[in-house]
């Protein structure tokens, strides 16, 4: 097996867009280590640095300039937002990915070993997950739970595990069938074991894969969540609340369509550059554990 | 029919070399293979997985996947080299002159079009023939092949044909255009011996009726020796023995052939132990210096270790490739005296 | 291989198994048919000795090697091993009660002291289990069988194995070698320390003619022939006394074949095994086995001595499987028996016999009439009307 990750690692790097994802993901991750660093809490609010700090009393933006090389939103350093907001990302990404993919395991993998009644209505319940519109079913949560960063992200993973769900089930269903899980049978192991040792270890791979290109969109949803406002508090470091600020001056000044740019386009292209870096990982990974996968 | 007869061949495939680029590797898959196929008579290959048997007939169409090449070689169809012929004549030649069963119908049956679509396209193709007389056609094929009902089944999918049915509609396609080589590849592998039997009959009774040559390609030699008139015996890439299927079972003159004959149980002989040949067969990307067999050869010297044997007539009629024929031959007369004590 | 009989007690017995899987289709996923896969059969095995069952692709000879080690619960019939009615620990939980009401109970219950001794040797000695050491108590016997039930399971295990026909997906490919026998070692927990259990594994390595270094690596470094003898490890390696033989040698070359046979041959007398060896191949069946059975969509159509059915097979089913199976031996002219059309489908098996559609010596009675299997010579069964017309 060592052997065969040695040729998968080699695969990997032969494939230059997952090389680039793999760069971007390295770069955002320094990022958001450094974030002390790269853009260092004001005194004043050193004790929750996620809040933006407020650098001005004028309403108005104000571009970029050496103090604020991003510029200025909602009189918050638009710099300082995008910096510590990359670690709003990753927390997300990684724990809303991290738990829905978990609970979508158990539920797949017991649904599809078992089979039967159980199968059948655990499946019924993720049709019924399934069906609910997202937005509205996260309106719904939130206005039951109250806004916030945490709220939201309860709400992903509620309505988040599904697609992982029927996913590992299928694949089970397919495993399960081999010799080898019989041959486990055959010899007395119990069922986790069966699960833990020989179906998920075989069926596992999809998974991951697809676990890896939900982290970028999961970003985005945050950031619709955030944008409708249902998400991070007022000031707080997120790339989808300064996409909000930027709202009112989306359309620009009169005449000047442009003139706000800088609200849009420094949160807008983190956004789009961490959801590319996940994407292309996801893809890279995908080509190399199943060529038959690509379409 | 004897081997090197004075006819000339229908087929002649001259030092076929077919290598298949992987990322391990080169895999020489066919290395050197040359035989010829006469009019009206049966080829049998025989040969285990991996020893090139499969990869030679789809060299002869020309069918191989992106990754295979076919490096060097000849292979003259009715005078014409097939390897110079370009795409669009080549496709004239599949099907048409040559054509191919396999071992899973279901694979090379396509799921979404009728029985009788399928048959229908290769004549419309290839005679062109209306789409009445096609089906028409179609029909008489299917009757022929021993598909009851043949005008209700015309118009059923592959699925709804059990196995054997749908060898038996492969075979109707195969020889709607009347080829002269039928290049059955394990036909009846994947099939129960009752159904086997059935084929394997429909084969030599449509064989007497067209006229066609068969290349037979399997590893199971009873198939061999109920159907061909010639043998070829493949391993690792390479021809290691040739000669007519009467002379191959009574005089085997390779040591691969004679393990072979010994190590399968057989109903007609009783055994209280089977021969194994040791070892396993050699992974295709690194083959054995000097004789390829030479690791399972109990035979073996250093000779075969360094010098590979060509392939020569050992008897009238009968190509051998071993240094040590000799030796083979004192253990087969040993083996003999054994037994009719 | 002994080609006695012995006379004793067999160390398997099934009788009347019956397997039916479901087929569902629509949304309410409703049961439309069945397929009959096993369909009552009967069949003991002796201890030391080589049952061989061949029939051709969907006769149920695979679905009853699964079942007997409970891969699948079967769905009526039952199987004894040493006596014992190991039926209880191949069904879930919650139909054993059921089944030893239908097998025992109401039987006993209509019983009078004196017609016990007319029972079935298997039937009779629970009929004195229930009345003398249960004293008619149903509830009593029920729990007795339900006491220690995981136990008793896993103690099964131990005594019956089976290695299976793929060697490329009967072996995990994301474990070692190492882990892949010594699993069993866990699970049973036979072996009290590492070194004891790397050492177990080590031996039956080298039993089966393998490497003890093989062990660290995985099953995609090996060829077919050296998967199957790591899947022989992974069934011996708990002492078994029956193992089931599931098309074991099918997927392997000519060559390597014959190299597993005589492995499996040398381990069982080493062992002292018994096998149930599954196989469509006559003649592989032939020459491994004791004794044969020859079974014909989910029926056993005859049964016995290998010497006697090879010598004179009765059955017409048995006949025209031998004739059709080519000799490789191209002086050797035989007439051939050529069976007419496909084998039926399980789902709808033919009335009366069903080898009638295709036999060439059915009559009228054989569409109307099962014929029961009957001993016809000594040691030799066969379910035909008309047993020994064609040979």
């Known amino acids: 097996m060592d052997k065969e990750y040695k040729r998968m690692l080699k695969k990997f790097f032969k494939n230059p867009s997952g090389v680039f994802g793999l760069v971007l993901l390295i770069f955002f991750t320094i990022v958001a280590i450094f974030a002390p660093i790269i853009a260092p809490p004001q005194p004043s609010n050193q004790y929750e640095p996620y809040m933006m700090p407020i650098v001005t009393w004028s309403p108005d933006p104000q571009p970029p300039s050496k103090e604020h090389p991003f510029g200025v939103s909602e009189r918050r350093d638009i710099f300082y937002g995008v910096v510590w907001g990359t670690r709003t990302a990753f927390r997300i990404g990684l724990i809303v990915t991290g738990v829905s993919t978990l609970i979508g395991l158990f539920i797949g993998s017991i649904s599809a070993y078992y089979g039967g009644w159980i199968d059948e209505i655990l499946m019924r319940i993720t049709d019924i997950f399934l069906s609910i519109p997202f937005l509205i079913a996260a309106i719904v949560l939130t206005t039951l739970l109250g806004t916030g960063l945490d709220k939201v992200m309860i709400a992903m993973i509620v309505f988040g595990w599904m697609g992982t769900a029927r996913l590992i089930r299928g694949n089970i269903l397919q495993a399960k069938e081999e010799q080898y899980v019989l041959a486990a049978k055959a010899i007395g192991v119990s069922t986790p074991g069966i699960i833990i040792r020989h179906l998920l270890p075989n069926t596992i791979f999809p998974v991951l894969i697809q676990a890896s290109m939900r982290m970028g969109s999961l970003v985005i949803t945050a950031a619709i969540l955030s944008f409708l406002g249902l998400g991070a508090p007022q000031g707080y470091s997120d790339w989808g609340a300064i996409l909000n600020y930027a709202r009112n001056w989306m359309l620009g000044a009169h005449g000047e369509a442009l003139k706000y740019w800088y609200t849009i386009v420094f949160p807008g292209t983190a956004m789009v550059l961490f959801v590319l870096a996940w994407n292309l990982i996801g893809d890279t990974l995908r080509d190399i554990f199943d060529p038959r996968l690509r379409i | 029919m004897s081997v090197l007869s004075e006819k000339t061949p229908i087929l002649q495939v001259k030092d076929l070399r077919t290598y298949f680029y992987t990322e391990d590797g080169v895999v020489k898959a066919v290395d050197g293979v040359s035989f010829e196929v006469y009019e009206g008579e049966t080829l049998g290959i025989v040969g285990e997985s991996g020893c090139g048997k499969s990869v030679t007939s789809l060299s002869i169409l020309r069918l191989l996947d992106e990754k295979g090449r076919i490096e060097s070689g000849e292979i003259i169809y009715k005078g014409k080299n097939l390897l110079e012929l370009s795409e669009s004549e080549m496709r004239k030649i599949r099907g048409n002159e040559i054509a191919m069963i396999f071992q899973e119908p279901m694979t090379a049956l396509n799921p979404v079009y009728t029985i009788g679509d399928q048959i229908m396209e290769a004549i419309i193709l290839h005679q062109g023939l209306s789409k009445d007389e096609a089906r028409k056609l179609a029909i008489d094929m299917l009757r022929k092949v021993g598909i009851p009902e043949p005008e209700k089944r015309v118009d059923e999918y592959p699925h709804e044909l059990s196995g054997g049915m749908r060898q038996r509609a492969m075979i109707a396609m195969a020889l709607s255009c009347n080829p002269s080589i039928l290049i059955a590849d394990e036909p009846t592998t994947a099939l129960d011996v009752t159904i086997q039997a059935q084929i394997l009959e429909l084969m030599q009774q449509l064989q007497k009726e067209y006229g066609m040559s068969i290349i037979m390609i399997t590893h199971d030699l009873g198939v061999i020796a109920e159907m061909s008139d010639r043998v070829l015996v493949m391993y690792a890439g390479k021809v290691v023995e040739h000669a007519s299927v009467r002379e191959l079972f009574k005089n085997p003159k390779h040591p691969y052939t004679w393990g072979l004959m010994n190590s399968i149980p057989r109903l007609d002989i009783e055994y209280e132990r089977l021969y194994a040949i040791p070892g396993t067969v050699p992974d295709a990307l690194h083959f054995p210096e000097g004789c390829r067999f030479h690791t399972r050869c109990e035979f073996a010297t250093d000779k075969c270790r360094s010098e590979e044997p060509p392939l020569v007539e050992v008897s009238p009629g009968h190509l051998s490739a071993c240094w040590h024929i000799d030796r083979l031959e004192s253990a087969v007369a040993v083996q003999r005296k054994g037994e009719s004590a | ?391």
């Open chain 3, 1 to 391: 291989m002994s080609q006695t009989i012995q006379k004793n007690t067999p160390m398997l017995s099934v009788r009347n198994l019956v397997k039916h899987f479901p087929i569902r289709a629509g949304i309410f996923k409703r049961i439309v048919a069945w397929v009959k896969a096993v369909d009552g059969v009967d069949f003991d095995i002796y201890e030391g000795e080589t049952l061989g069952l061949v029939g051709e692709s969907g006769c149920g000879k695979t679905t009853i090697g699964m079942t007997l080690l409970g891969l699948y619960p079967p769905t009526d019939g039952s199987v004894y091993f040493n006596g014992e009615d190991i039926t209880p620990y191949l069904l879930p939980g919650w139909k054993v009660r059921s089944y030893l009401k239908r097998t025992y109970i109401e039987k006993f219950k209509q019983l009078n002291h004196d017609e016990m001794e007319e029972l079935p040797d298997e039937l009779k000695h629970y009929a004195e289990v229930y009345f003398n050491d249960h004293k008619g108590d149903a509830g009593r016997f029920i729990r007795s069988f339900m006491e220690n039930r995981k136990e008793k399971q896993k103690a099964l295990r131990r005594k019956m194995q089976i290695v299976f026909q793929d060697p490329y997906s009967s072996l995990n490919p994301r474990m070692r070698i190492g882990n892949i026998i010594g699993e069993a070692v866990d699970v049973h927990r036979l072996a009290s320390s590492k070194e004891e259990r790397q050492k177990m594994v080590a031996d039956i390595l080298q039993k089966v003619g393998l490497y003890p270094e093989y062990a660290m690596r995985y099953p995609h470094e090996f060829s077919g022939g050296q998967r199957q003898r790591i899947g022989i490890a992974r069934a011996l390696i708990l002492n078994p006394k029956l193992v089931v033989a599931d098309e074991a040698v099918s997927a392997l070359d000519v060559s390597i074949r014959s190299q597993i046979l005589n492995l499996m041959e040398d381990l069982q007398k080493e062992f002292q095994l018994t096998y149930l060896f599954i196989s469509h191949d006559l003649s592989v069946i032939k020459h491994i086995s004791d004794r044969v059975a020859v079974m014909y969509l989910g029926k056993i159509v005859e049964i016995a001595p290998k010497k006697k059915l090879f010598e004179r097979p009765l059955h017409p089913y048995t006949v025209s499987l031998m004739s059709a199976i080519p000799i490789p031996d191209p002086e050797h002219k035989k007439k051939r028996v050529i069976l007419k059309g496909d084998v039926p489908s399980p789902i709808n098996p033919p009335s009366g016999c069903r080898f009638h559609p295709r036999c060439p010596i059915a009559r009228e009675i054989c569409s109307r009439e099962e014929p029961p299997l009957q001993e016809v010579e000594e040691g030799q069964k066969v379910a035909c009307f008309f047993a020994g017309e064609m040979s």
